[in-house]
């Protein structure tokens, strides 16, 4: 495990570029997105894998989606889903997740990763018949049952990376949320990863005190983890962007620009948070 504490530079990416990545570190690479796309990312850059979102198997295989208790399917044309989310309940859907992530690993040649879209989606998934066979045979209630789901599959992930692993969290510090709304169990979580990520998007950044209260309430809540945000870049205004960089580093431990293409830019921003 890394040590919260250690030096490092204040700007990491998420990045599609090739050229971002000997400039920045960290630099994140989206190697298996929510559509179901895959790029094998550059050396050096940090593979990430979205795990449990998937629209394209979720259309090849509908009896992989999270559904609630009526059997609404979490998918883009249910309420609140921008991607189709798979139950992570599913033998097949974990195999899978576990497959991507040994691709990720051999493809870079690196010992890092990143997991992202490790989660139940929201309240009240998922109520498949994977799940509640798999609660009713551990004997737990279902709050239970999620996070001890997705606590499983973060661990034989983490027997898997011999390096660096990070793991993305839900926008939302609110003590009990992450358990209740989405199965994630930190306190557990905190011994099997190395640090989290938030992502805290907006498009223009035109007030700051959102994330203000967001990123302390991370700092409060993950208790010394290594934690950084990270915030969305592609086409945000300079100044706009610098003043949240600026806001959210004074409480995390780095912070990262996802998805913006100006090298210059990105540079400017990095100084700017090292105050040359």
């Not at 790029?39 to 629209?55: E, L, Y």
């Not at 309940?89 to 990143?114: C, F, M, T």
């Not at 606590?151 to 609110?174: I, K, M, N, Q, S």
């Amino acid at each position: 495990m890394s040590n919260a504490g250690e030096a490092r530079r204040r700007l990491g990416v998420v990045t599609r570029y090739k050229g971002h990545v000997a400039a920045f570190s960290p630099a994140f690479w989206e190697v298996k997105d929510v559509g179901g796309a895959w790029t094998v990312q550059p050396p050096g850059a940090i593979p990430m894998v979205s795990c449990f979102g998937d629209n394209r198997l979720g259309k090849a295989h509908p009896e992989w989606i999270q559904v609630d208790a009526a059997g609404t399917p979490a998918t883009r044309q249910s309420r609140y889903f921008d991607w189709t989310a798979l139950c992570p309940s599913q033998p097949a859907v974990r195999a899978q997740a576990v497959a991507w992530v040994e691709r990720a690993l051999k493809d870079g040649g690196g010992d890092d990763l990143r997991l992202d879209d490790v989660t139940f989606a929201r309240q009240g998934y998922c109520h498949c018949r994977a799940c509640r066979d798999g609660m009713a045979a551990a004997g737990l209630d279902w709050a239970t049952y999620r996070q001890e789901t997705l606590t499983a599959f973060v661990r034989e992930v983490r027997r898997l990376v011999p390096g660096r692993l990070y793991l993305t969290l839900y926008p939302d510090p609110y003590p009990g949320h992450l358990e209740d709304r989405f199965g994630l169990d930190v306190d557990q979580l905190k011994g099997l990863v190395d640090g989290f990520i938030t992502p805290v998007y907006d498009l223009a950044y035109a007030t700051t005190y959102w994330v203000e209260d967001i990123a302390h309430g991370f700092r409060d809540r993950l208790g010394g983890a290594l934690w950084m945000v990270e915030l969305y870049g592609l086409d945000v205004p300079e100044a706009a962007l610098g003043r949240a960089l600026e806001v959210a580093a004074f409480y995390a431990d780095q912070v990262l620009v996802a998805y913006d293409r100006d090298l210059d830019k990105l540079r400017r921003l990095e100084a700017r948070l090292e105050g040359k």
